[in-house]
Structures are given as structure tokens and as C-alpha cells.
Nanobody, 127 residues
Framework: QVQLVESGGGLVQAGGSLRLSCAAS????????MGWFRRAPGKEREVVAA????????YYAEFVKGRFTISRDSAKNTVYLQMNSLKPEDTAVYYC????????????????????WGQGTQVTVSS
């Protein structure tokens, strides 16, 4: 059983940056693909970014390409989401998720295929 705990959310002005962290415990972190998802008020949950078990493959939603970067540190059992050039429309609760199945460009966004989820961290971007 993998436990995930997100941190790093907060309030930031448009154009600013935040780095989210997701600490994993209780499982073989290095063998799991990891993803970041978000849910804005009144909207469906959507994928933001995902990274495979080795960190060699990364996938991004179109709306964050060039602004956000996902990375992982297996020594620290942690995955990160560096968010730059934040916009008010990035305001949402951000969730970290882990899956035992590998990911590719056709599967990384499938939230139902992720096995473990964190509790979420709020990101608010003011205009």
C-alpha cells in the first residue's frame, strides 16, 4: 500500500511559481509511474503531467507545456511539479497519484488506472 502526501500549494500571483512535492511511503516507489492531476471548482479532474518509473519519459497536458515540469527523486521517494508562469486558470486542488502499470502517451492521462492518490493540495493563483 502506497501512501502519498502532497505539499507546496498556496496562494501566488499570476506569473509566479510554485513547486509541489509528493512524498511516497509504504511501497516500491521506484517501480511506480507517477502523475499529477488537478480539479478546479465545478470541473472534472484532469491530468497535468506524468512521469514513468525511471524518470526517462514525461508527459504533459497541452495547457501546461512549457510552464510546468515534472520530476522525481527516487532516493527521496518524492515526485515534484515545478509550476512557472502560473495563471488564474491554474487554480485548483492538485493531486499526486501512483500506478503500477507503466505509462505511455496513450495512457498517462487515464486517472482510473492510477492505484493510489494523495489528499490534494490547494493552489490559488490571483490575477
Amino acid at each position: 500500500q502506497v501512501q502519498l502526501v502532497e505539499s507546496g500549494g498556496g496562494l501566488v500571483q499570476a506569473g509566479g511559481s510554485l513547486r509541489l512535492s509528493c512524498a511516497a511511503s509504504g511501497g516500491a516507489f521506484s517501480s511506480h509511474a507517477m502523475g499529477w492531476f488537478r480539479r478546479a471548482p465545478g470541473k472534472e479532474r484532469e491530468v497535468v503531467a506524468a512521469i514513468n518509473w525511471s524518470g526517462g519519459s514525461r508527459y504533459y497536458a497541452e495547457f501546461v507545456k512549457g510552464r510546468f515540469t515534472i520530476s522525481r527523486d527516487s532516493a527521496k521517494n518524492t515526485v515534484y511539479l515545478q509550476m512557472n508562469s502560473l495563471k488564474p486558470e491554474d487554480t485548483a486542488v492538485y493531486y499526486c497519484a501512483a500506478r503500477t502499470l507503466s505509462i505511455n502517451s496513450g495512457t498517462y492521462y487515464r486517472d482510473r488506472e492510477y492505484d493510489y492518490w494523495g489528499q490534494g493540495t490547494q493552489v490559488t493563483v490571483s490575477s
